[in-house]
């Protein structure tokens, strides 16, 4: 059974890379069988998707978050990381890794989430 | 601004059943019909009730069902239970030559039952 563990600083200052990372367990992120994805959610707002990624070569972001995203993997280490540069108050959510499945084309699992505050 | 509306809100009495619509907003949204439904209890993850429109996962009650016809897909809950008060998301896919294939998700609905 796939599980995600988000993990990264809870805490970034305005201008700064926030670097967050979801460890998978379960399955290789090599297996073809799920797209990794990052998705947020500010206080009382709906969920944003930020972007996905497949295969080291094949990844999708938001067209708001495109200039500012990379997500990438570490095959070596079964992990999936996100980049989001240039942070501002507003980047201030709760960022879920989430595994979209190939044959369900929807988000089968989430970890549970880690919160990220952007302040001085 | 999400190009999937939702109701901010519904209600709805233990027992009966309640609707909640996705509509498509945006003409780069649409044409796939792989719509899905979330459920989120707060401060939780949320999670999967339906795909492709109409598929539920393994474990999740058919009192929950999904239907689309044209630009608007519906998540229905029957036989209302107090358990299924939660925020509820449609998901799905939009895409164009600039960016590519990208998800979209709905504003959410806040299902209260009363």
């Known amino acids: 059974q796939v599980q995600l563990q988000e993990s990264g600083p809870g805490l970034v200052k305005p201008s700064q890379t926030l670097s967050l990372t979801c460890i998978v367990s379960?399955?290789?992120?090599?297996?073809?069988?799920?797209?990794w994805s990052w998705i947020r959610q500010s206080a009382g707002k709906g969920l944003e998707w930020i972007g996905r990624i497949y295969t080291s070569e094949s990844s999708n972001y938001n067209p708001s978050l495109q200039s500012r995203v990379t997500i990438s993997l570490d095959t070596s280490k079964n992990q999936v990381s996100l980049k989001l540069t240039s942070v501002t108050a507003a980047d201030t959510a709760v960022y879920y890794c989430?595994?979209?499945?190939?044959?369900?084309?929807?988000?089968?699992?989430w970890g549970q989430g880690t919160m990220v505050t952007v302040s001085s | 601004q999400s190009a999937l509306t939702q109701p901010r809100s519904v209600s709805g009495s233990p027992g009966r059943s309640v609707t909640i619509s996705c509509t498509e907003t945006?003409?780069?949204?649409?044409?796939?019909?792989?719509v899905s439904w979330y459920q989120q209890y707060p401060g939780k993850a949320p999670k999967l009730i339906i795909y492709d429109v109409n598929k539920r996962p393994s474990g999740v009650p058919d009192r929950f069902s999904g239907s689309k016809s044209g630009n608007a897909a519906s998540l229905t809950i029957s036989g209302l239970q107090a358990e299924d008060e939660a925020d509820y998301y449609c998901c799905s896919y939009g895409g164009s030559y600039t960016f590519g294939v990208y998800v979209v998700f709905g504003g959410g609905t806040k299902l209260t039952v009363l």
């Open positions: 989430a595994a979209e499945g190939r044959l369900s084309d929807a988000f089968d699992i």
């Open positions: 945006s003409s780069d949204v649409g044409g796939y019909n792989y």
């Open positions: 379960g399955d290789s992120i090599s297996s073809n069988n799920y797209y």
